[in-house]
């Protein structure tokens, strides 16, 4: 089956401008997870979406950062303004809804530069 | 609230030689514990998961890890490295309570020498 697609896979912005990225979940797959990874960090999770509704988004800068899944499928990550602290690997993750396994399969990341 | 300790930042291990990657985990309830591993420029990967029963989880690429409740610990073991085993290793618990949002601990790099 095909993974978790994600685009683009490198970006470089300057501060103050905008960018958007894209996600595609493993088909079937109800449960999509936006995470922020900073170099040297683990990923840190930004926002969770359960079909086409916000699950939690406790965690995302909701100032400069939005998401979406329009129709529970593909997801996409903005932010607008961008920071130089923004500078990350932004990872999508889907999971099939069940309440057993709990494998969450990720994409290969999208890359950002903020200079 | 969940979270992840990774003691190491840093091992180097000669290929052939065996590899431990310890994990410390703070749950209030049964964790649910996995090992990924993610190469460079890649995403990450899944190695293994423990939800339930065993305490000593076999994983692909010839890893292993052992849940010790005792310990809060869940270390990832693999009896020799290969080469291609150098990555950063990333230990994360969640649990079907908040629907798996993983926490994850820092990483730990590894670096294989010949």
């Known amino acids: 089956e095909a993974g978790v697609a994600q685009s683009p896979r490198y970006k470089i912005i300057e501060k103050r401008q905008s960018v958007a990225f894209w996600c595609n979940p493993i088909?079937?797959?109800?449960?999509l997870y936006w995470y922020q990874q900073i170099l040297g960090q683990g990923p840190k999770l930004l926002i969770q979406?359960?079909?086409?509704?916000?699950?939690?988004d406790s965690q995302l800068p909701k100032d400069r950062f939005s998401a979406e899944r329009l129709k529970g499928v593909d997801s996409t990550l903005k932010i607008q303004p961008a920071k130089l602290e923004d500078s990350a690997v932004y990872l999508c993750?889907?999971?099939?809804?069940?309440?057993?396994?709990?494998?969450?399969?990720f994409g290969e990341g999208s890359r950002l530069t903020v200079l | 609230a969940q979270s992840v300790t990774q003691p190491d930042i840093h091992i180097t291990v000669s290929e052939g030689a065996s590899l431990e990657l310890r994990c410390n985990y703070s749950?209030?309830?049964?964790?649910?514990l996995f090992w990924y591993v993610q190469s460079p420029g890649q995403g990450l990967q899944l190695l293994l998961k423990?939800?339930?029963?065993?305490?000593l989880v076999q994983g692909i690429k010839g890893f292993e890890a052992e849940f010790k409740r005792s310990q809060s610990s869940f270390n990832l073991r693999k009896p020799s490295v290969h080469w291609s085993d150098a990555a950063e290793y990333f230990c994360?618990?969640?649990?079907?309570?908040?629907?798996?949002?993983?926490?994850f601990g820092a990483g730990t790099t590894v670096t294989v020498r010949a």
């Open positions: 993750a889907s999971r099939i809804r069940d309440r057993i396994t709990g494998e969450l399969f």
């Open positions: 088909s079937g797959h109800a449960t």
């Open positions: 979406f359960q079909n086409n509704g916000v699950v939690d």
């Open positions: 749950y209030g309830a049964t964790p649910y």
């Open positions: 423990y939800f339930s029963g065993d305490t």
């Open positions: 994360a618990v969640g649990a079907p309570e908040n629907d798996y949002k993983l926490s």
